[in-house]
Protein backbone atom coordinates (compact mmCIF):
# COMPACT_ATOMS: atom_id res chain seq x y z
CA UNK A 1 0.00 0.00 0.00
CA UNK A 2 1.39 3.34 -1.23
CA UNK A 3 1.47 6.31 1.13
CA UNK A 4 -1.67 8.16 -0.35
CA UNK A 5 -3.34 5.34 -0.08
CA UNK A 6 -2.49 4.47 3.54
CA UNK A 7 -3.47 7.98 4.32
CA UNK A 8 -7.51 7.86 1.98
CA UNK A 9 -7.88 4.57 4.64
CA UNK A 10 -7.08 6.43 7.80
CA UNK A 11 -9.02 9.04 6.55
CA UNK A 12 -12.18 6.40 5.97
CA UNK A 13 -11.45 4.35 9.40
CA UNK A 14 -11.31 7.13 11.25
CA UNK A 15 -15.04 8.94 9.58
CA UNK A 16 -16.56 5.38 10.47
CA UNK A 17 -14.63 5.25 13.68
CA UNK A 18 -16.93 8.97 14.45
CA UNK A 19 -20.35 7.67 12.94
CA UNK A 20 -20.14 4.59 15.00
CA UNK A 21 -18.91 6.40 18.05
CA UNK A 22 -22.37 9.10 17.57
CA UNK A 23 -24.43 6.27 16.84
CA UNK A 24 -23.54 4.67 20.18
CA UNK A 25 -23.74 8.37 22.07
CA UNK A 26 -27.38 8.70 20.08
CA UNK A 27 -28.45 4.57 21.26
CA UNK A 28 -26.94 5.47 25.08
CA UNK A 29 -28.64 8.60 25.78
CA UNK A 30 -31.74 8.06 28.15
CA UNK A 31 -35.01 8.27 26.73
CA UNK A 32 -37.42 11.59 26.77
CA UNK A 33 -39.71 10.86 29.48
CA UNK A 34 -42.86 12.58 28.85
CA UNK A 35 -45.87 12.76 31.10
CA UNK A 36 -49.23 12.53 30.12
CA UNK A 37 -52.68 13.41 32.18
CA UNK A 38 -54.83 9.89 31.77
CA UNK A 39 -57.89 12.17 32.20
CA UNK A 40 -56.59 13.81 28.92
CA UNK A 41 -59.01 13.00 25.59
CA UNK A 42 -58.61 13.29 21.79
CA UNK A 43 -57.35 14.67 19.91
CA UNK A 44 -54.90 15.50 22.44
CA UNK A 45 -54.57 11.85 24.09
CA UNK A 46 -55.68 8.12 22.79
CA UNK A 47 -55.13 5.72 25.61
CA UNK A 48 -55.23 1.85 24.94
CA UNK A 49 -54.22 -0.90 26.83
CA UNK A 50 -52.35 0.88 29.18
CA UNK A 51 -50.67 2.95 26.46
CA UNK A 52 -50.73 6.17 24.85
CA UNK A 53 -52.08 4.75 21.46
CA UNK A 54 -52.18 8.20 19.62
CA UNK A 55 -53.03 11.58 20.16
CA UNK A 56 -51.49 15.25 19.74
CA UNK A 57 -49.59 14.60 23.29
CA UNK A 58 -47.66 11.59 21.14
CA UNK A 59 -47.35 13.32 18.40
CA UNK A 60 -45.02 16.09 19.75
CA UNK A 61 -43.73 13.88 22.59
CA UNK A 62 -41.70 12.06 19.31
CA UNK A 63 -41.14 15.10 17.25
CA UNK A 64 -39.29 16.85 20.95
CA UNK A 65 -37.59 13.63 21.75
CA UNK A 66 -36.19 13.31 18.07
CA UNK A 67 -34.96 16.50 17.93
CA UNK A 68 -32.73 16.03 21.21
CA UNK A 69 -31.43 12.64 19.87
CA UNK A 70 -33.57 10.26 22.17
CA UNK A 71 -36.88 8.28 22.01
CA UNK A 72 -39.77 9.34 23.49
CA UNK A 73 -41.47 7.50 26.74
CA UNK A 74 -44.69 8.64 27.76
CA UNK A 75 -45.25 8.22 31.60
CA UNK A 76 -49.64 8.18 32.27
CA UNK A 77 -50.64 9.51 35.63
CA UNK A 78 -53.67 11.04 37.13
CA UNK A 79 -53.98 14.93 37.12
CA UNK A 80 -52.90 15.08 40.90
CA UNK A 81 -49.82 13.15 40.56
CA UNK A 82 -48.57 15.32 37.40
CA UNK A 83 -46.44 17.66 40.04
CA UNK A 84 -44.68 15.15 42.13
CA UNK A 85 -43.95 13.21 39.71
CA UNK A 86 -42.50 16.27 37.36
CA UNK A 87 -40.76 17.69 41.08
CA UNK A 88 -38.86 14.36 41.70
CA UNK A 89 -37.86 13.77 38.28
CA UNK A 90 -39.64 10.66 37.78
CA UNK A 91 -40.61 12.31 34.13
CA UNK A 92 -38.33 14.99 32.21
CA UNK A 93 -41.33 17.01 31.12
CA UNK A 94 -44.87 18.02 30.72
CA UNK A 95 -46.20 19.70 27.87
CA UNK A 96 -49.50 21.69 26.46
CA UNK A 97 -49.24 23.27 30.16
CA UNK A 98 -49.25 27.06 31.39
CA UNK A 99 -47.71 27.93 34.46
CA UNK A 100 -50.87 28.93 36.51
CA UNK A 101 -52.13 25.11 35.57
CA UNK A 102 -49.02 23.25 37.74
CA UNK A 103 -47.43 25.21 40.48
CA UNK A 104 -44.14 23.97 41.71
CA UNK A 105 -40.31 24.10 41.18
CA UNK A 106 -40.21 23.84 37.16
CA UNK A 107 -38.72 25.35 34.65
CA UNK A 108 -40.80 26.62 31.71
CA UNK A 109 -39.69 26.40 28.22
CA UNK A 110 -40.91 29.48 25.70
CA UNK A 111 -44.50 29.21 24.41
CA UNK A 112 -45.05 27.77 21.23
CA UNK A 113 -48.17 25.58 20.34
CA UNK A 114 -51.51 27.31 19.41
CA UNK A 115 -54.62 27.33 21.26
CA UNK A 116 -57.29 28.79 21.39
CA UNK A 117 -60.67 28.55 23.59
CA UNK A 118 -63.70 29.44 22.10
CA UNK A 119 -67.51 28.97 23.03
CA UNK A 120 -69.36 27.07 19.80
CA UNK A 121 -73.61 27.96 20.06
CA UNK A 122 -75.78 25.67 18.13
CA UNK A 123 -78.17 27.71 15.22
CA UNK A 124 -81.50 26.90 17.27
CA UNK A 125 -80.64 29.59 19.42
CA UNK A 126 -79.91 33.13 18.80
CA UNK A 127 -75.79 33.72 18.24
CA UNK A 128 -74.42 35.38 20.77
CA UNK A 129 -72.28 38.18 19.60
CA UNK A 130 -69.79 39.06 22.80
CA UNK A 131 -69.58 36.77 26.06
CA UNK A 132 -72.06 39.40 27.76
CA UNK A 133 -74.64 37.92 25.77
CA UNK A 134 -74.00 35.05 27.38
CA UNK A 135 -75.39 36.31 30.73
CA UNK A 136 -77.73 33.72 32.49
CA UNK A 137 -77.36 31.32 29.84
CA UNK A 138 -75.61 27.99 31.29
CA UNK A 139 -72.82 27.33 29.47
CA UNK A 140 -71.24 23.52 29.31
CA UNK A 141 -68.20 23.48 30.99
CA UNK A 142 -65.89 20.71 32.30
CA UNK A 143 -65.95 19.98 36.09
CA UNK A 144 -62.75 20.78 38.01
CA UNK A 145 -61.86 23.43 35.23
CA UNK A 146 -61.46 27.01 35.81
CA UNK A 147 -62.66 30.18 33.28
CA UNK A 148 -61.37 33.29 34.76
CA UNK A 149 -62.09 35.32 31.39
CA UNK A 150 -65.81 34.03 31.42
CA UNK A 151 -66.02 34.90 35.71
CA UNK A 152 -64.47 38.48 34.61
CA UNK A 153 -66.93 39.41 31.62
CA UNK A 154 -69.89 37.59 33.08
CA UNK A 155 -69.46 36.83 37.08
CA UNK A 156 -72.77 35.65 38.83
CA UNK A 157 -74.23 35.29 35.46
CA UNK A 158 -72.04 32.96 34.19
CA UNK A 159 -73.82 29.79 34.79
CA UNK A 160 -71.57 26.68 34.21
CA UNK A 161 -73.52 23.08 33.42
CA UNK A 162 -70.53 20.96 34.54
CA UNK A 163 -69.89 18.10 32.37
CA UNK A 164 -66.71 14.91 32.87
CA UNK A 165 -65.43 16.19 29.16
CA UNK A 166 -65.49 18.61 26.36
CA UNK A 167 -66.36 16.13 23.83
CA UNK A 168 -69.05 14.68 26.38
CA UNK A 169 -70.30 18.57 25.84
CA UNK A 170 -69.73 18.29 22.17
CA UNK A 171 -72.40 15.10 22.00
CA UNK A 172 -74.88 16.61 24.22
CA UNK A 173 -75.16 19.41 22.17
CA UNK A 174 -75.48 17.02 18.82
CA UNK A 175 -78.49 15.91 20.71
CA UNK A 176 -80.15 19.18 21.69
CA UNK A 177 -79.17 18.90 24.95
CA UNK A 178 -77.30 22.16 25.67
CA UNK A 179 -76.80 25.26 23.47
CA UNK A 180 -73.61 26.72 24.22
CA UNK A 181 -70.25 25.01 25.20
CA UNK A 182 -66.94 26.34 26.03
CA UNK A 183 -63.84 23.54 24.51
CA UNK A 184 -60.33 24.65 22.47
CA UNK A 185 -60.98 25.05 18.96
CA UNK A 186 -59.05 21.94 18.40
CA UNK A 187 -61.20 19.59 19.93
CA UNK A 188 -64.01 21.26 18.14
CA UNK A 189 -61.98 20.76 14.84
CA UNK A 190 -61.40 17.15 15.84
CA UNK A 191 -65.30 16.02 16.49
CA UNK A 192 -65.97 18.00 13.14
CA UNK A 193 -63.03 15.41 11.17
CA UNK A 194 -64.45 12.43 13.22
CA UNK A 195 -67.96 13.21 11.98
CA UNK A 196 -69.63 14.36 14.99
CA UNK A 197 -73.08 16.20 13.75
CA UNK A 198 -73.33 19.63 15.06
CA UNK A 199 -74.74 22.95 13.59
CA UNK A 200 -73.03 25.68 15.28
CA UNK A 201 -72.49 29.16 14.52
CA UNK A 202 -68.91 30.63 13.93
CA UNK A 203 -67.15 30.15 17.37
CA UNK A 204 -66.92 33.39 19.51
CA UNK A 205 -62.85 33.32 20.99
CA UNK A 206 -62.35 33.40 24.44
CA UNK A 207 -58.55 33.60 24.43
CA UNK A 208 -55.78 33.02 22.55
CA UNK A 209 -52.35 31.51 23.62
CA UNK A 210 -49.30 29.69 23.50
CA UNK A 211 -48.97 26.37 25.48
CA UNK A 212 -45.69 25.73 26.84
CA UNK A 213 -43.57 22.37 28.59
CA UNK A 214 -43.00 22.55 32.08
CA UNK A 215 -39.41 20.84 32.61
CA UNK A 216 -38.13 18.62 35.68
CA UNK A 217 -35.51 20.26 37.70
CA UNK A 218 -34.53 16.84 38.23
CA UNK A 219 -34.76 15.47 34.85
CA UNK A 220 -32.21 13.94 32.47
CA UNK A 221 -33.26 17.35 30.00
CA UNK A 222 -32.01 20.92 30.54
CA UNK A 223 -34.44 23.71 29.14
CA UNK A 224 -31.74 25.22 26.94
CA UNK A 225 -31.84 21.22 24.89
CA UNK A 226 -35.89 21.81 25.00
CA UNK A 227 -36.15 25.28 24.02
CA UNK A 228 -33.59 24.05 20.70
CA UNK A 229 -35.83 21.37 20.03
CA UNK A 230 -39.20 23.95 20.17
CA UNK A 231 -37.52 26.01 18.01
CA UNK A 232 -36.58 23.24 15.60
CA UNK A 233 -40.32 22.06 15.43
CA UNK A 234 -41.52 25.29 15.20
CA UNK A 235 -39.35 26.42 11.98
CA UNK A 236 -39.96 22.97 9.87
CA UNK A 237 -43.76 22.95 10.41
CA UNK A 238 -44.09 20.04 12.56
CA UNK A 239 -46.11 22.09 14.70
CA UNK A 240 -48.36 23.16 11.98
CA UNK A 241 -48.07 19.23 11.19
CA UNK A 242 -49.14 17.99 14.34
CA UNK A 243 -52.50 20.15 14.48
CA UNK A 244 -53.52 19.37 10.65
CA UNK A 245 -53.82 16.02 11.18
CA UNK A 246 -56.42 16.23 13.41
CA UNK A 247 -58.54 19.11 11.72
CA UNK A 248 -60.92 18.61 9.07
CA UNK A 249 -59.87 19.28 5.80
CA UNK A 250 -62.17 21.14 3.27
CA UNK A 251 -62.01 19.67 -0.61
Known amino acids: MDRQAYTDWLKRAGGAL ?92 RGFFPVAEVIVTDTSVPQPRTLRDLSGKPVATVLGYAYPELDAQLGQGFVRDDGH ?35 LYAPLVVKNYQAQCAVSPQGQVRIGAVNKAIGQI ?17 K
Open 18 to 109: ICAAALEAAAAAPPLVVLVDTGTEMPMAEFQDGRLAAGIHKDLGQALAARMGREAQFLLLPRKRIAMALESGQADLICLYLPPWLPGNFHWT
Open 234 to 250: VRDGSVSKILSNYQQHI
Open 165 to 199: SSSGNLRKMAAGRLHHAITQQSTLDYYLKVGEKLS
